[in-house]
């Protein structure tokens, strides 16, 4: 068999195919899904609309503080699968595999996990069809995207955020108009802030159980790190999408719970059923409605449709170059480290589909049970990397400092260090341990939720001190970290 490439022929890598506008809108686009238009309205009513509000401001600071640690790295050593590298070069090669492995499990179960929603929100036009069919279909495309290019998936996600960003916009533009009165009826001012326990209900356990939400609805955002290395400028794009996520906090997630607080009271029953199956209780829904936009539902179930395959083509793109990372570091099977001639990693590519493939199982146990058990399966996984990436950067300054390096040297500088990683890791560490508040009551304990919910805690603790056990492995002391190999030598 002829080989991948002759001796004579330089090594494949990776494309530096994202522009400037895909790494911003990968950064734009990243955590808007599901968790802005349905579980916002959920929010609102389990907390009030202060309530929801103060979560999801409090959440916003941490990622922000979580992406500008990213950035950080991410424009000094831009690497494709970013997480696993940067754990092993600057805290221990162990901690380096085991955040390797949760993240590509992580996204390759989100993969299956968004392909059984879509099924869902196919069967608001077609209730009767199969959902193999569905999940074949949007399985195929997803991977289609990711096989021909990487510029295939910047485009691609370019428009799935597009979409995104300017329904949120009109609903802001819509929702402003009703609360002074201009469309829809009277206004309604601050009123829906002050009646019944309003602006702040059910308490401190109604605030953490809104504070956990607010933080897997914004899982995403550290795309922008894994993406860094396929960047045509890393030094450039990348800061530049990091900026954007402040922004997008404030305007997508931020006002756009506000609008709803106004708008709709959070005693709406409704508010609190907001799921997959009926697209008529978003509260994006419900405020084109109330504004007179017949066709308010037909649309946001479209909208929500692109927003679960932008998520599975995100799934897809990230976890095969974390599996490709992991190969390259001898962390996984050398096989999934290859790559084709358009510079794809074809193997980890093909290895991630299979894993997608257990959409499949939506046509045989009902599609809301599996989507279900896939999404609390991968759900802790992603704090998990946001307290890896804490760590990280805690750890690379230090780093810097340690080996008498000037942070001038930094093409992009994370500011308020060391309280932004310090900041964001107590937060992930207090979603992470009150996860568990909501399922003990007086009455009793839920353990088999429990046990759903935190089956990626042991899963990480087994990669890692295995790794670790069978490696002898140990921390890397401060002065002998590697900061001065790697892509940063040559890339712009």
């Not at 950064?27 to 929010?43: N, P």
């Not at 940067?86 to 996204?107: K, L, S």
């Not at 995104?164 to 601050?190: R, T």
């Not at 029953?269 to 009926?278: A, E, F, K, M, Y």
Request: a positive charge; proline letters at 4%; charged letters at 10%.
């Amino acid at each position: 068999m002829a080989s991948s490439s002759s001796p004579s022929s330089p090594p494949r890598e990776l494309k530096a195919g994202l522009r400037a506008r895909h790494m911003t809108m990968i950064a734009l686009g990243g955590s808007i899904g599901t968790g802005l238009f349905l579980a916002s309205g959920g929010a609102v009513a389990q907390a009030g609309p202060g309530g929801a509000l103060l979560a999801y401001a409090c959440v916003g600071i941490m990622v922000y503080f979580l992406m500008t640690s990213l950035g950080e790295m991410a424009t000094y050593r831009p690497e494709s699968g970013s997480f696993n590298t940067y754990a092993a070069r600057y805290v221990d090669p162990a901690f380096g595999f085991a955040m390797g492995w949760n993240f590509w499990y992580n996204w390759a179960v989100t993969i299956a996990a968004e392909l059984s929603a879509a099924t869902i929100i196919i069967k608001y036009w077609f209730p009767e069809s199969s959902s193999f069919i569905w999940s074949l279909l949007f399985l195929a495309v997803i991977f289609l995207l990711n096989i021909l290019s990487v510029k295939g998936y910047g485009e691609s996600e370019y428009w799935f955020a597009m979409i995104k960003i300017v329904v949120v916009i009109l609903f802001l533009v819509v929702g402003v108009l009703m609360i002074f009165g201009i469309l829809g009826g009277k206004a309604v001012g601050f009123s829906n802030f002050t009646m019944g326990d309003a602006p702040f209900n059910g308490g401190l356990l109604a605030f953490i159980g809104v504070f956990m939400a607010a933080g897997f609805s914004f899982q995403g955002t550290e795309l922008i790190g894994v993406a860094a290395g396929e960047s045509e400028n890393p030094r450039e794009h990348v800061p530049k999408a990091i900026r954007q996520v402040f922004w997008r906090i404030l305007i997508f997630y931020i006002l756009a719970i506000l609008v709803i607080g106004l708008i709709i009271p959070y005693t709406t029953p409704s508010l609190l059923n907001g799921d997959l199956t009926d697209i008529g209780v978003s509260p994006f829904t419900l405020v084109f409605e109330k504004a007179g936009l017949a066709f308010a539902a037909a649309v946001m179930n479209a909208v929500i449709l692109s927003s679960v395959l932008s998520a599975g083509n995100s799934g897809m793109y990230a976890s095969t170059r974390v599996l490709y990372a992991l190969a390259k570091e001898g962390k996984a099977p050398r096989m999934f480290g290859r790559l084709n001639r358009r510079g794809i990693p074809q193997n980890a590519l093909l290895l991630t589909t299979a894993v997608g493939m257990l959409a499949f199982l939506a046509s045989l146990f009902g599609d809301g049970i599996v989507y279900q058990w896939l999404l609390n399966a991968s759900g802790m996984c992603g704090f998990i990397t946001w307290l890896g990436i804490a760590i990280s950067h805690y750890r690379f300054r230090r780093a810097f400092y340690a080996q008498g390096k000037s942070i001038d040297d930094l093409p992009f500088k994370a500011k308020w260090f060391p309280f932004g990683p310090l900041f964001a890791f107590i937060l992930c560490a207090i979603v992470i341990l009150g996860q568990s508040l909501s399922y003990i009551t007086p009455e009793a304990i839920d353990w088999k939720s429990i046990f759903a919910s935190y089956i990626s805690v042991p899963l990480f603790l087994i990669l890692w001190l295995g790794y670790k056990l069978i490696k002898k492995t140990k921390v890397v002391p401060l002065t002998e970290c590697d900061l001065n190999s790697g892509p940063h030598l040559d890339k712009k």
